[in-house]
T-cell receptor, first 110, second 113 residues
Framework: EDQVTQSPEALRLQEGESSSLNCSYTVSGLRGLFWYRQDPGKGPEFLFTLYSAGEEKEKERLKATLTKKESFLHITAPKPEDSATYLCAVQAGGGNKLTFGTGTQLKVEL | SAVISQKPSRDICQRGTSLTIQCQVDSQVTMMFWYRQQPGQSLTLIATANQGSEATYESGFVIDKFPISRPNLTFSTLTVSNMSPEDSSIYLC??????????FGQGTRLTVV
């Protein structure tokens, strides 16, 4: 069974204090690893897809990386508007199902 | 990316009743997905809905409890039947676009009292 574990569960940063979120996964035949941002009361917002180890993608202050066992979401010089829950999900095998982690709740303070 | 609209955005329902959630997409999509997000937990896939065929349910979810319709390529409904407080969750509709990238609606926050 596919498993996704995210850490930490919650993270509090000062504005400008860079950090990383971790997503560890155990799957058979990874087809893609996805990062989403979810604001309270809203559906997940797509950020990145990573398909193979060594791949990296960037968007504004966010950078996602992938190894054979885990992915990191690096947040550089975060701002209060980056506060949200960040979800990691994997797609594996022959199906379309996404298996999600429980998320990291990020709060960036002034 | 596709624009996904869900209705209602939230509802409070009496136990034993049923609620139908609608999902409308602004483009034609082959596969639509329904997820549940229970309080403090992550998203769990309920079922996959393809137009013109029966929905495929994940382990732990059954058609009698969560009947799904998919009448065309832009619309789907999920019904939560005979509700109990344990069904209080956020229900999310999702579609898959190029290279398996999935996009979500805003969700329906259901409270059963």
């Amino acid at each position: 069974e596919d498993q996704v574990t995210q850490s930490p569960e919650a993270l509090r940063l000062q504005e400008g204090e860079s950090s990383s979120l971790n997503c560890s996964y155990t799957v058979s035949g990874l087809r893609g690893l996805f990062w989403y941002r979810q604001d309270p009361g809203k559906g997940p917002e797509f950020l990145f897809t990573l398909y193979s180890a060594g791949e990296e993608k960037e968007k504004e202050r966010l950078k996602a990386t992938l190894t054979k066992k885990e992915s990191f979401l690096h947040i550089t010089a975060p701002k209060p508007e980056d506060s949200a829950t960040y979800l990691c999900a994997v797609q594996a095998g022959g199906g379309n199902k996404l298996t999600f982690g429980t998320g990291t709740q990020l709060k960036v303070e002034l | 990316s596709a624009v996904i609209s869900q209705k209602p955005s939230r509802d409070i329902c009496q136990r034993g009743t049923s609620l139908t959630i609608q999902c409308q997409v602004d483009s034609q999509v082959t596969m639509m997905f329904w997820y549940r997000q229970q309080p403090g937990q992550s998203l769990t896939l309920i079922a996959t809905a393809n137009q013109g065929s029966e929905a495929t349910y994940e382990s732990g979810f059954v058609i009698d409890k969560f009947p799904i319709s998919r009448p065309n390529l832009t619309f789907s409904t999920l019904t939560v039947s005979n509700m109990s407080p344990e069904d209080s969750s956020i229900y999310l509709c999702s579609v898959e676009e190029a290279r398996s990238e999935a996009f979500f609606g805003q969700g329906t926050r259901l409270t059963v009292v």
